[in-house]
């Protein structure tokens, strides 16, 4: 994960007041770019809060400061947002006094955002990043200076427009909270204005649809839950209802929200309301990448908690197919019975199970024999310890995988766990090593007898250990124990390679780097300034 950029030597010497348009453009350029980059994935306390908390920068930087800066000259963003069903489109028609947007009963109606501009400012709009996700429509009846969003519902049963609906309000220099009798106490959307009012977004309501019998009784609820936020001072429409009707609503219930946003039309008036949205902006934005950089602290932490987990967890199944390897289980069952086969009287390994002369026999058929015997015990022993080896993999892997899943990893574990070679790889490149690395066979046996006795020895057949015994090989069997014991726990490890964990933290120096960012942020926050 890419680390937000420290300064230069030569960025440092200047003090932070002194950043310039072109230096503030940089920070907040390359800001978006860390935060898109910025993995919240694990579990940990407030993660949920902090991942929406990351959404709601990245689109406020994106959508709204960042543009501000390239050109002061864009008009000031007025977003009409709101539950489903709370009139939206039709309000927005109805102030402009033309169908600008589509409206009806079909929920939810507004799937595309319309972005209502003057023609005077279509120009200055044309790289916006809000013309990506809103149809454009051109109109003189918006005046110049304000930009009017009619935006998707804020509860949509679409996820996307839920998405959607929030960009555009962290994009908005002022937010127009369309609400009904009905739907005001909604949860979502309140939950929104709570945001927004923290933020310090500047905010008029409209109460929409409001029968006369309830209207006194509504209102008075409704101003003081706004007087909770802090917002007695917003401007305060309300609509009567209008009963069922299609088109515009009466021109006479929409005179004082109309000649409301006459009063912030001109290029003026418009920018004092993006130098009130912006005081508020960098101070929110401010207080929000300190709150971002625990977040991301709160990550490292939760990576090096599943580190020592999965470390823990490596350690235990070593551990275990260590004592399962010294009790020799893998020479037990098939294996064991195939030397007791092979070993009986008669058999070609009989005279190893009785310590008697290793006889080359005829032509060296018995030495033949024996060796074809040996290459038999040792192909079982082999497959056997594949068998435990895997058994331990696999039984390692389902636990560290349930452990990543529970702390918001799950996803990665595919790409970073379970990359090692196959069982009978690793179990093949023992006995390959021994083989290569072989010394002299004891009289009466070939080199490659030599190297099955061992490897069915190490496995635990306890025949196979009496005879190395008797032939004095006692040294190279613990040898080839030791490295079957070595070779055993790499594959382990990389099941669960050390660090694998830790890797999903956010870069060292990432947390810094933000509060960084937020301290070159404070001049802007101070009165009367300005960037």
Sequence with gaps: MPVPASPTRAEEDVPVSALSRAQLLDVLTDLVGDLEHLDLSLRAEGVQDARSLRTTLIGQVRDQVIPRLQDADIPSIVVVGGSTGAGKSTLVNSVLGQEVSDAGVLRPTTRTPVLVVNPEDQESLAEHPLREVCEQVV????????????ASDLDSVHEANRALAGRLLDAADLWLFVTTAARYGDQTPWVTLEEAARRETPIAVVLN???STILSEVRRDLTT????????ESPFFVVPDAGPHEGLLPTASMAQLRDWIQLLAGRHRAAGLVRRTGKGVWTALRADLATLADAVDAQRAAAQELEEASASLRRVAVERLRMDLRRGSAGEGATATRWLTLASAG??????????RLRRGFLGRAEKARAQGLAVLAEEARE??????????LGLLQRVE????????????????????????????WAGYLGAHAQAAPKGLTQAGAVDLLVAAASGVEGAVGAVRRLGIESQWEEARSLLMEAVEEALTATVPPGAAASL????????????????LKPFTRPGAAA
């Design 139 to 150: 109109s003189e009846a918006i005046p110049a200076g304000l930009a009017l969003i009619d």
């Design 209 to 211: 649809r409001v029968p």
């Design 225 to 232: 839950r706004l007087q909770g936020l802090g917002l007695s």
């Design 347 to 356: 058999g070609p390994l009989a005279s190893l199970a009785q310590g008697g």
């Design 384 to 393: 056997a310890l594949a068998a435990q080896l895997q058994a331990a993999t």
């Design 402 to 429: 349930q452990a990543w899943q529970e702390a918001g990893a799950g996803g990665y574990s595919g790409r970073l766990l379970g990359q090692g070679d196959p069982a009978g790889t690793t179990v093949e490149s």
């Design 505 to 520: 933290a956010p870069a060292p120096g990432f947390a810094a780097a933000l509060r960084l960012r937020a301290g070159e």
